[in-house]
């Protein structure tokens, strides 16, 4: 990541938010895939969306966060989320790691046409 942009201010408008499933689906097209995030928003206006973090070199786990970003102010009632992106470009060498509030959650990606592997859970929370 470039110096510049790390200097830059931090947003207060968007946040890494709480996901309580994360899976990798096969895409339409052979070697492709899908992830499909869902969980419970904590604002009912607020935009959920998954954001690739930006890598020089390819790592093992892509990181994909899973940020909520509310236009204005939060409408404090609750509302399911589901959430998908393909995950052409964005692979790492065994996989992809989603991130959000509660937990991090790391999904193998098999190579070659097969299916995902098996997920583990990683204990890690945020600092």
Same mark, same amino acid.
Do not use: D, H
């Given at each position: 990541?470039?110096?510049?942009?790390?200097?830059?201010?931090?947003?207060?408008?968007?946040r890494?938010?709480?996901?309580?499933?994360?899976?990798?689906?096969?895409?339409?097209?052979?070697n492709?895939?899908?992830l499909?995030?869902?969980?419970?928003?904590?604002?009912?206006?607020?935009?959920?969306?998954?954001?690739?973090?930006?890598?020089?070199?390819?790592?093992?786990?892509? /990181? @994909? +966060? #899973?940020? %909520?970003?509310?236009?204005?102010?939060? $409408?404090?009632?609750?509302?399911?989320?589901?959430?998908? !992106?393909?995950?052409?470009?964005?692979?790492?060498?065994? /996989? @992809? +790691? #989603?991130? %959000?509030?509660?937990?991090?959650?790391? $999904?193998?990606?098999?190579?070659?046409?097969?299916?995902? !592997?098996?997920?583990?859970?990683?204990?890690?929370?945020?600092?």
């Amino acid at each position: 990541m470039s110096a510049q942009l790390l200097k830059a201010p931090t947003s207060s408008s968007v946040r890494l938010i709480n996901f309580t499933k994360a899976r990798v689906v096969p895409g339409i097209v052979p070697n492709t895939w899908i992830l499909i995030v869902s969980g419970t928003k904590p604002c009912l206006n607020m935009t959920v969306r998954l954001s690739p973090r930006i890598y020089i070199v390819q790592p093992e786990f892509w /990181g @994909i +966060e #899973v940020v %909520g970003s509310v236009p204005g102010f939060c $409408l404090p009632a609750t509302a399911p989320y589901t959430v998908s !992106l393909p995950l052409n470009g964005i692979l790492g060498k065994k /996989g @992809i +790691e #989603v991130i %959000g509030a509660n937990k991090k959650q790391k $999904l193998y990606v098999a190579s070659g046409g097969s299916k995902p !592997l098996a997920s583990k859970k990683s204990a890690a929370k945020k600092k």
